[in-house]
Each structure stands twice: as C-alpha cells, then as structure tokens.
C-alpha cells in the first residue's frame, strides 16, 4: 500500500497527478510556496519537482488545502446530501461535520442512517454527529426521541463521528441525568462532543465544559471568545444565511489563532448556490482584513485538529489529496477541487454525479394526521384581550403583543384585522395536538399558508386568515408529504412545493427546487406577507421555544422568559 | 461519572483542591492569567474563584501543565521506569513518549512489557512507542529481532501507543517489504510513527514521510527544520545529555511555534538528578531568549496535540489535573507536581513509593555466553599496517587510522603502545562470534574494561592491553548479569557494577547506583582513560554502525561510509 506513494515521491515513477508550478499554501508556516504538487491515488506524495502522468500548469493559480466545515446541517439548504454536495464540493469544501438534528428530529435514527448512507457514493466526507437533543425541548412533539439509553447505543454506531451540539445547557450544569447519560456515552467512546453555549460564562461554563465538551459556535463578543478560547474550546466563525459572526475574526490574533474555526451551521441552498459555502466566508474575512493565510488556516488544518482528521487539512507528503485550486486568495473561485486524490469538480461544476438519489421510505411520507376541518382552527377566547405574536424584521426572536379581539361566533375574528391565526399541528404521532396563536404584523390575507419545517420538532406551521383554508393547508401538506403550502381562499388556489425529505428536504435537484420555492415565496407576498419577512422559513422559528419571546408549539402556547406555557388570553 | 466535577465546577459542593491565588499559564492564549484553579479527582473544573477541601496558596507561584516528554529511552538512564520516575515527576514531568528500544533489542517484546508493567504503579503516563528498528542495523547479533510479521501482531498490543522512532531510512525509501510491513501495520491501527531522519531532504524526504511518519528529533540546522515543518513533521526540540539541540529554538516564530515539542531522548540519572529533566531544558531555553509561554507550551499543549493525548497540557475546565507549580518561569523549580489530581512530588521530592520493583526473570540474566579465554582476544593480522579506530572527544563520531602494527606470537603487541586492543563479545543468542580491532588514543593501560551496553544489540564491549584480563572482564559481566566491569592485571582486582535489568538498567536507587558507578569510572580514569571520554559510555556507542565513520559489532570490523564490513589489515 505504501510503496507506490513512496516511489513517486522519490520520483521512480511518476506521479498520477501533478499541479505544475503552483503557489501553494503551507498552513505549517503561514506561507505561501512555489513549486510543484505530486498526487498518487488519495494522497499527495511530494512537494518541490515532480513529472506526472496527468499534468496541470497551476503557474497562475494557488493551491490550498480544500476546506472543511466544522459545523452543519444540511438540512437547512432543503437538498438531499448528494445535492448538497453538488453545491459545496465545486466551491472547495470536502468535509463536512454534519449534525443531522432537524431529520433525526423528525425520522429519528432512522434519519441519521439515511444522511450516512445518501453521503457514502458522493465525493465529500461526511462526518457525522449523533444529534445530541432530540428532541430539543420537551415543550413540543417530535418525531423521535434518543434519550440517554439511545444514546449508549447509537453513538457506538460505526457511520457516527461524535455527538452533535449540546444545546441542552441546563441540562449538563443541572446534572440531568439523562443528559449525562449522553455525554458519558461519547467519551466512553472518545468521541467528540460539539457545544452551543450562547452567553455562558465563569462557574456555569465550567460546569458545561464538564461535561467534556469541545466546541462553541455561538460567540457573539470579544469577552465571550475569550473566555471560551482560554477555557480550552475551539471557537467557530459561523457563515450561516441568517446566523453570521464573521465579524468575530477580528478578535484573531497570532496567539489564539490556532482555537478558531469556521463553519456554516445554516446555509439556505440560494446562498449556497448564488455565493457560496465556505469559500463565500473566506472571501468575506479577507475582504474584511483578514489574513488570507489565516483565513485558509482557519478552515483546514485548525478543523483538521479540532476534530481529530488525520492527515487532512494540509499540503505536504501523505497527506491527503484534499485540494482545490483557486485564482488567487481574494476571490477563491475554485478551478479544480480534489477529494482523495480525485478531481471532482471544475471550474464551479461537480464532474461526480448526484442524480441518483438514496431515498429510503423511512424518511419519505413523514407527515401523519388525521384529516383536519376548519372547527380545528376556531379561536375560542376567553377574554377580550389577547397575547399575539409579533416577529423581528429579519429575525428569529419573537415579540408579545396584548391586543384586543373581537369574537364572532366563538371564535375570534380575524379577517379585515392585521392579527392572523397561527397554528401549530402535530405531524408525526398522529396526537391530535393543535397549538393555536393570534399573530401580528407579518400582512398575509386570503387563505392561509404553512410549512413542515418548524424548528426543532418540525410539526406544521400554519397561518391564515380562514380556518377552512387553514385545514385545506394542513390536509395539502399531508397529501404531498411535506413542503410548503399557500391556499387562495378567493380562487381556490393551492399552491405547494413538495419536501419529501422528511419534510425538511427535497430529493430534487437544486434548480429547479428553487425556482419553484422562489415562486411559492413571491406568491406569499402577493398575498401580503411583508418583505421584511422570509415568508415560509421566517414561520419555521415560531416555534423554537428557547428563543425569546413567545412561541407557539403544538402543545401550545410558551412563553421562554417564564420558561413555561402561557393562555393565550391576556 | 461527570456528576462530581459539573457540581464543583458550579461551586455547589468544594473541590478537592484548590489552588489559591495562582498567575497559571494559560496555553490557549500564551498568556499568564492570575486566579485560582479547582480540581476534582483527576481533573480540574475550574478556573476563577473556588474553595476546596484542601487549599494550597499559590500567590507567589505560577501553576503550568506539567510537562510531556516527547520521546525518550528510559535505559539511557541507566535506571528502572520505577527509578526514573523517581527522578524526573518531581521535576514537573508526568507524561512521557518512551522507546524502549534499547531493552527490546536485548530482551524482545519481554522487555517492552516488562516497562509497561513497571510504569503501572507510578504517577507517570509511559505511552510506549513499539520500537521499530530491532535490530538497528543487520551488522550485529541482537537479542530480538521483530520482524514485519512481529510488528504487525504487537502493534494491536493495548499496552502500545505507536511506533518507535523509524531509523532505518534506507528501508523506508527502498520499499524494503519488511520496513513497509511495519509501517503499514501502524496505519492499520492509526497509531502515530516517530521519525529519525538526520540530514534527509527534498524527495528522499518526501518519500520518508510516504512511511507516513510524523517527526523527527535529530535536526541540526534552520534548513532541516523549516523543511521538516514544511512538509507536516513535529520537530523535537531536544535535550538529552549528550545530543542537545536547544540551539534549534532560536527558529521558533509566531507562525511555526505549534509544529515544535520538547524531549530528552537520552539522559544519564547523573544528570537528571544534578541539572534535572525538561525543567533543565525550560530553564535553558528560556535562558537563551526564548518567550517563557512558548517554552512551556511545546512542552505541553503542542506534545499532547502532536501525539494526540486529549484534555492534557493545558488548564483549563475537565482537563485533567497534570500541573506543575513552579517558583517562577525563570528557574522552574517545581514546588508541587500533581499527576491527575493528585500531589505526587514536593519541592522536588517524590510523595509517591517505588521502593517495590517489578522485576520478571525475563529481564534479568541476559548475558549468555561461554566461557572465554586469553585466546579469544589473540589478533591474528595478516599484514603489518592495520586499520585502528579513533574517538573524537566527548562524540560518538570515530575515525579510521592505519597504524604499523608489532606482532608477537602470533598476536599484536599492544602493550607498551598507544593502542588497546578492543573487542565486541556476543552476549545473546551464544553464537560465539567476536568481532576484534584496534583501538587508538583512548588512554587506557594494565587490564582490561568492559560493559554490556553497546549500541544498538547491547553485546559485551570490551578493551584492554592483555588478552587474559579482557576473558575475565567477559567471564564477569556474565557472573554479576551484566554492568560494567575493570579488571587490574596488576593486581588482579576485578571491579564492577551490576546493571540487573536487561545489562542495561540497574534496579537499584539512583543514588547508590551512581555513588559505584562514579566509582568505577573513576577507577578507569585512574588505569589511564582520558578525561575527554566518558569512560564507559563511549565505548557503548563504538558498536553503532549507523554512525561515521568506522566501527566494530559482533560480526567484524564495519566501515560505515562504505555500509559494509571490512578487514582490519590495511
């Protein structure tokens, strides 16, 4: 096995490949290198002169390590992994460490399996971490539940990398049981155990990093990184599309270089598609005044030790062939990209093909309910003053409005007012459960609109101004297995684009998912829904009942300052 | 299992320890911080403000992770791992990278086992590195060899971390099938190879590191150094007691610091226990100018990512409580060392018993040979000009001189002449075989001296000016089990020291071991042995015939420069 590597590099033979006269990063040094690159099979077998079967004149070019994500969901792009890939690996990522949380939230193990399985035949290393809160809280009904016994069990799992982002936070420092059940079970194995962490500091962050716990993408100051970094965790800069923090790079400096790395965590297929994945970070961060070399750094070798990937992140002999080859260090338009040793992508394009999906019916057709009538969204209040929900331009993080209502025939009355109705249907144990919530601001009129992805559980999330468009919705939803749906009540119109996906993801490719998603979404805004808003995935975090203020489950309605259900009347 | 630290970490219930008031060295950031540091059982929790069931004010000292030697022989120490210990975890060492080579060569597997059961019950981490070049060369009869097929069965061994360092270069770069096997078996267990590559570079070294090995301790210059960094290597910064390369620091800069790490490869009890261990180096290389901070964490952080020992070489919350307090950053002198939470050493005295030796029989009586008389040192030359080695002073290099040789009886006349007959007795498998030269200029006179310690294979290596006292010196290094031995032709004395371990190491304390051993030193330094020699250690390296220029093993007389044997006629 070793012996054709070890012969090319001593120039006996020639190389498989060779990238002649290229400027190319050593991450060892913090510089840049002239000469040229020998490949055989997976790995690079010399730096300095080389011959090669295959040659690539790179005297224009630069090679660096190609980049690894240090934290993901894919599910959040809404593509299957094999089309993901096809988005990411062409801009230079080639390992990810994915935390498949939304499907295993819904599918269960049975999700994760499916994310290994659908990564094995594409040219992009997922490694992959044990959703560690499923679900995420116990305020809502998921499709699955990996408690700490599960735990013990899955993380022995061969396809799992580590555990996935702690974010029961209390749980660790109030020593839950079940929850150190979960972080015993990964270091038994040795494995890593991702954190999210957001504002936790002194005594409270000890106790959590305690728990063994390695990372932290959610740093939003200079104190926080501090902290975080001299307490021994390796601190993300996140590119997501909503969840950003590049800003924070700027706190690098030559000494606590080595303890940042970067990720994505949430990255919308658009994003992916029209800027880019990482190399759409590095960009930024140079453009900011980031050291290129740093920048590259950041993403390979540092992800490289952060997560234990031997022999990736960095040029030099037997290393792997992990490259790709860009213009220069402020654009990163990546020409080539090599996994293992592989040209898998040119020029932007992947050469790999992704059109043949792994679908597995464990992860199709994950939308259960009985079907629901417009009595299901009728509003019965018991006071003429109520809580609505408001939402934050652009944001995730929810307001609490006491307005007054007016009821007509039991229920409230909505149309011709700036409230809308919210709902919250359970999808997945067929419980019956409907949340229900008045809603302010967000402009949708004349039907109602909703969506299988509502985080972290993902239970449909509804809005209207008609209870019986509103079931229309939830019974569409049902019918094409998850997606996104707008009823007309005026025309009769039902408009959907399918995520068969576990509801989270399309099998689709990329495109032409998204001209139709686009197409939904411009719909929903003729309909009224403000511009400030993402229309559907603005609906998604409605639900997130551990971002303030007030939340709407399908158990009903949160308040999380309180931590804790609240009537609706005010 | 978490429990206990979470609850201390949150100041729930006391830590066991605390470390008041402490400036502690905080890696992460290469800085100083000034607080107090917690721990529980084997870890610490905490840094900031605790209160423990045990205080110890630390206000006038600095608390640093204590230190991880990256590669060392323990039998250079001419002492028992127990011993050894006893020595250097006082000094604020408590992990090291140990290569039994020297044991293995004598005693095979018998003897790595035997140093991984008696590092068992001392507070120090022995990660034994399986040694890898048994024998060093095929120019000598050893006591083991470990062929491909060997390695391949004991790397899997628990007790074994990795492969020892990889010497023999010219098998790895010729796809020797033996070498690959070794290499190959490993990587089949994703344990990490040392390197041992002096002077190799450009493609040869490319195709060294094809081995997939990843470091080297024998670089000499900055172009060495930044070429082996370049291309992934860990360079060890090192101090043993004969080869030093603290030198080497002055190339440390902010961008390469993290590729660099420290050991001691070989060091005498001698001076370990007058000048002391990695503190010494610490307290030298800081010296000389280099940035305290860095010192350290060579010592510490960077060992421990290089060979991949987690949650130790830092403080900081759940890393284990490995630390050393020292007076200051100047003298590191240790105060209190702690071995995971616990006080192990005080004021540079060890708190820990290693008055019990383990001592199987496997290691003991090694010396197996039969009987030998005057005749077996007759030199039969068949011409009047022979070639005699040299010695440069205090080095390992030696040199090739022809000399007009006086016969007498068929033997040379040595006596009354400036040259010492000069002999290596195989002493393993009873082959019989002694290899017979010249030796010039070493100073000795009126007997014979001898000692079971010649590199690599560890036969019997002895001198003298009289053939009868040469047997006897034999005769009794096989008697005592191995050692050292003079013998007086005069007055017939025969002096020694028993080495019981291997002929190798003594299972005696440090102390009385070397009050002999100074003893007997001085007792060869009387019959003549000039002062520029150690006496007895520079005969043990006149068999290391991977080293210029010529040399002598069991087998005969051996031109290094040529690799191959030659005659002694000139």
Known sequence: MLEKYIKAARREVKADIVLKNASWLNVFQGRMEKGDIAIVGDRIVGTGEYDGVKEIDCSKLTVLPSYIDGHVHIESSQLSPEEFASLIVPRGTTTIIADPHEITNVCGMAGCEYIAKASQNIPLDVKLQLPSCVPATPFETSGAVLNGKDTQKNIK???????GEFMNYPGVVNCDADVLKKLEAAHAMNKIIDGHAPATSGSELNAYLCGGISTDHECVNKEEIDEKISKGMYVHIRHGSSTQNLGNAKYINAKNMRR???????????????????????RRLVANGLDPVWAVTLATLNCAECYGLKWRGAIAPFWFADLVVVDNMKKF?????????KLVAREGKPLFDTSERYLPKSVL??????????????????????????????????????????KEGGDVKVKGTDLLKLAVVERHKMTGNIGRALFKGYGFTGGAMGITIAHDS?????????????????????????????????TGEVSSVTLDIAG?????????????????????????????YEAFMSLAFLSLAV??????TDKGLFDVEKFAFTPIEA
């Open 504 to 532: 989270l993801m399309s099998s689709r490719a990329a495109e032409s998912l998204q001209q139709d998603s686009r197409a939904l979404i411009e719909k929903a805004h003729a309909m009224g829904v403000k511009r400030d």
């Open 365 to 406: 057709n994950t939308v259960r309910l009985k079907p629901l009538t417009a009595a299901d969204f009728v509003l019965d209040i018991k006071s003429d003053k109520a809580k609505a929900m408001t939402i934050e331009k652009g944001g995730v993080v929810t307001g609490c409005e006491i307005v007054n209502v007016v």
């Open 458 to 490: 993902h239970n449909i999330i509804l809005l209207g101004d008609d209870n019986a468009a509103m079931a229309k919705a939830a019974n569409t939803l049902k019918e094409i297995g998850g997606g996104m749906v707008i009823v007309n009540s005026a």
């Open 157 to 163: 799992k061969d396809y799992i990398f580590g555990l």
């Open 260 to 282: 940042f790395i970067l990720c994505t965590d949430d990255r919308h297929a658009a994003d992916l598609k029209e800027n880019g994945h990482l190399d759409d970070a590095l």
């Open 547 to 552: 971002i303030p203020k007030l939340k709407i």
């Open 333 to 341: 338009n990546a020409q080539y990209v090599f996994k293992d040793g």
